[in-house]
């Protein structure tokens, strides 16, 4: 048994079932990365010591019969993530050697479940970028072919999962950044609902748009790694004391309105301004084909309208650079990172900001500096926060008549890298069909759902009404049941 082939879902059984030890699984998946790392770049820091400490600790609570479901589960972690200790750079030279003093949320609910953390993987700088082309530490190849991008901004954790380097990853989504590189890495990428998982310790990008999220090779995977890390945390002020359900447990026993492997009685809406002729032919040839099994599984599809997507790019690169721009002031040099050697205090900051940032996170604090400034404020932001407004609008009166959306999750599977690089319009077009949702705020899943005649894979996204992740995983799940493109894996 090749055991980094297995799901997470597989491991954790043979785990349970004395097949193989967590320390066995963190040795194999080490190896991996040892032997594939240095051509995808997926992983920036490899905390193999800790990991097999780890194992050693899981090994001992799984004998002891005091284990969790994810209880020696080896896991990639998103470098905006702090885990104490360890190199947290989000993709940027400013960062270079900081170390957190302490665990995020995530990560402490993580640790008390057991997991065994591999390391952290690479990010656009600050999880701005659709492609990981926007790190400081080098671009990450995607597995399926190592001359395209994985996607971004979580293009590491993606690459990771897909090319069997770790069993799960952690990423972050502002404006797709788990749901497009999920899209062309072949992977389960979950987003869930604004408020579901705590914030605290994630390196903020955008504060009313960033949520943790996950990656996987399956939809029940995925269930158990949003099961363990979901619920109120009184350090996130946004984080919503909403009940959370057993999601796992929920795939297996069904539920209204999906239940069993039946799709029957599901509301499929198919949002017209979704399906345009920008979509590559292959990926709309995909996508079709996957809404007829669903409709096979007895799901009714209908037209849906969301009419003010044409205004949603706009809305979001105004919204998320003018946020970022507010957050990315703390990072001077004075308490984080890299500092400059300067004569004065201005100067240091100036040197320290230049030197330390890269060309697209200038970019968006400039943007969003711009749009927050005396006498554009009106004109862009408060006018943004408006529209904002009207897409969740949007989607609530769809949701009034579908239970979940059905979507292409990218325009287009992985572009060559270097190919939209000098073309920022282009780079951020990639997030269309994703972004909208962050401005909602609600959760969103994108699944593998066939290949383009490349080779590479295309991403079915699922939408669905805030604090329903539940119902998305079990779509997700009776569809992954009834095909097998999320068995297909890259020949490395």
């Given at each position: 048994?090749?055991?980094?082939?297995?799901?997470?879902?597989?491991?954790?059984?043979?785990?349970?079932?004395?097949?193989?030890?967590?320390?066995?699984?963190?040795r194999?998946?080490?190896?991996?990365?040892?032997?594939?790392?240095?051509?995808?770049?997926?992983?920036?820091?490899?905390?193999?010591e800790?990991?097999?400490?780890?194992?050693?600790?899981?090994?001992?609570r799984?004998?002891?019969?005091?284990?969790?479901?994810?209880?020696g589960?080896?896991?990639?972690?998103?470098?905006?993530?702090?885990?104490?200790?360890?190199?947290?750079?989000?993709?940027?030279?400013?960062?270079?050697?900081?170390?957190?003093?302490?665990?995020?949320?995530?990560?402490?609910?993580?640790?008390?479940?057991?997991?065994?953390?591999?390391?952290?993987?690479?990010?656009?700088?600050?999880?701005?970028?659709?492609?990981?082309?926007?790190?400081?530490?080098?671009?990450?190849?995607?597995?399926?072919?190592?001359?395209?991008?994985?996607?971004?901004?979580?293009?590491?954790?993606?690459?990771?999962?897909?090319?069997?380097?770790?069993?799960?990853?952690?990423?972050?989504?502002?404006?797709?950044?788990?749901?497009?590189?999920?899209?062309?890495?072949?992977?389960?990428?979950?987003?869930?609902?604004y408020?579901?998982?705590?914030?605290?310790?994630?390196?903020?990008?955008?504060?009313?748009?960033?949520?943790?999220?996950?990656?996987?090779?399956?939809?029940?995977?995925?269930?158990?790694?949003?099961?363990?890390?979901?619920?109120?945390?009184?350090?996130?002020?946004?984080?919503?004391?909403?009940?959370?359900?057993?999601?796992?447990?929920?795939?297996?026993?069904?539920?209204?309105?999906?239940?069993?492997?039946?799709?029957?009685?599901?509301?499929?809406?198919?949002?017209?301004?979704?399906?345009?002729?920008?979509?590559?032919?292959?990926?709309?040839?995909?996508?079709?084909?996957?809404?007829?099994v669903?409709?096979?599984?007895?799901?009714?599809?209908?037209?849906?309208?969301?009419?003010?997507?044409?205004?949603?790019?706009?809305?979001?690169?105004?919204?998320?650079?003018?946020?970022?721009?507010?957050?990315?002031?703390r990072?001077?040099?004075?308490?984080?990172?890299?500092?400059?050697?300067?004569p004065?205090?201005?100067?240091?900051?100036?040197q320290?900001?230049?030197?330390?940032?890269?060309?697209?996170?200038?970019?968006?604090?400039?943007?969003?500096?711009y749009?927050?400034?005396?006498?554009?404020?009106?004109?862009?932001?408060?006018?943004?926060?408006?529209?904002?407004?009207?897409?969740?609008?949007?989607?609530?009166?769809?949701?009034?008549?579908?239970?979940?959306?059905?979507?292409?999750?990218?325009?287009?599977?992985?572009?060559?890298i270097?190919?939209?690089?000098?073309?920022?319009?282009?780079?951020?077009?990639?997030?269309?069909?994703?972004?909208?949702?962050?401005?909602?705020?609600i959760?969103?899943?994108?699944?593998?759902?066939?290949?383009?005649?490349?080779?590479?894979?295309?991403?079915?996204?699922?939408?669905?009404?805030a604090?329903?992740?539940?119902?998305?995983?079990?779509?997700?799940?009776?569809?992954?049941?009834?095909?097998?493109?999320?068995?297909?894996?890259?020949?490395?």
């Amino acid at each position: 048994m090749e055991l980094h082939t297995l799901s997470l879902t597989e491991a954790a059984a043979a785990l349970r079932r004395g097949e193989t030890t967590s320390v066995e699984l963190t040795r194999a998946l080490l190896g991996r990365i040892e032997a594939h790392n240095p051509a995808l770049n997926a992983f920036l820091t490899v905390t193999g010591e800790w990991a097999l400490e780890l194992a050693r600790r899981a090994d001992g609570r799984i004998q002891s019969g005091a284990a969790s479901p994810l209880t020696g589960i080896p896991l990639a972690i998103k470098d905006v993530i702090c885990v104490q200790g360890v190199p947290a750079t989000a993709g940027s030279l400013i960062l270079k050697g900081y170390r957190p003093p302490y665990h995020a949320t995530v990560i402490e609910k993580l640790l008390a479940a057991g997991v065994v953390i591999l390391g952290k993987t690479n990010t656009d700088e600050f999880a701005m970028g659709s492609s990981t082309e926007n790190s400081a530490y080098g671009v990450t190849h995607n597995p399926w072919d190592p001359t395209r991008v994985p996607g971004g901004s979580s293009g590491g954790s993606a690459a990771a999962v897909a090319a069997g380097l770790a069993f799960g990853a952690l990423g972050s989504d502002t404006g797709g950044s788990v749901r497009q590189p999920a899209a062309f890495c072949g992977v389960v990428g979950l987003k869930p609902s604004y408020g579901r998982v705590s914030r605290y310790g994630l390196i903020a990008f955008a504060s009313s748009l960033d949520q943790i999220g996950v990656f996987a090779r399956t939809a029940e995977d995925a269930a158990l790694l949003l099961g363990a890390i979901a619920g109120h945390d009184p350090r996130d002020g946004t984080s919503m004391p909403t009940p959370v359900p057993d999601y796992a447990a929920q795939l297996q026993s069904g539920g209204s309105p999906v239940g069993g492997q039946s799709l029957r009685g599901l509301r499929v809406g198919l949002p017209k301004e979704y399906f345009v002729s920008g979509v590559e032919a292959d990926v709309s040839t995909a996508v079709s084909a996957a809404v007829k099994v669903l409709e096979g599984l007895g799901a009714q599809a209908r037209e849906v309208s969301l009419p003010h997507t044409e205004q949603a790019l706009s809305v979001y690169y105004i919204i998320a650079p003018a946020e970022a721009s507010a957050n990315l002031a703390r990072f001077d040099g004075v308490r984080y990172g890299a500092r400059a050697d300067a004569p004065t205090l201005w100067d240091e900051y100036r040197q320290t900001r230049g030197a330390g940032f890269g060309a697209e996170v200038k970019r968006r604090i400039m943007l969003g500096t711009y749009a927050l400034s005396t006498g554009y404020y009106d004109a862009y932001y408060l006018q943004a926060q408006k529209v904002r407004t009207l897409i969740k609008g949007d989607f609530d009166s769809a949701f009034d008549d579908v239970d979940v959306i059905a979507c292409p999750t990218s325009p287009t599977t992985a572009f060559k890298i270097g190919e939209k690089a000098d073309d920022p319009l282009a780079m951020y077009l990639a997030d269309v069909f994703t972004l909208p949702a962050n401005l909602a705020g609600i959760a969103g899943v994108s699944v593998n759902c066939g290949f383009d005649r490349a080779g590479l894979p295309v991403g079915l996204q699922l939408l669905g009404p805030a604090f329903i992740e539940d119902r998305l995983l079990r779509v997700a799940h009776v569809f992954q049941q009834t095909t097998e493109w999320h068995t297909k894996v890259p020949a490395l």
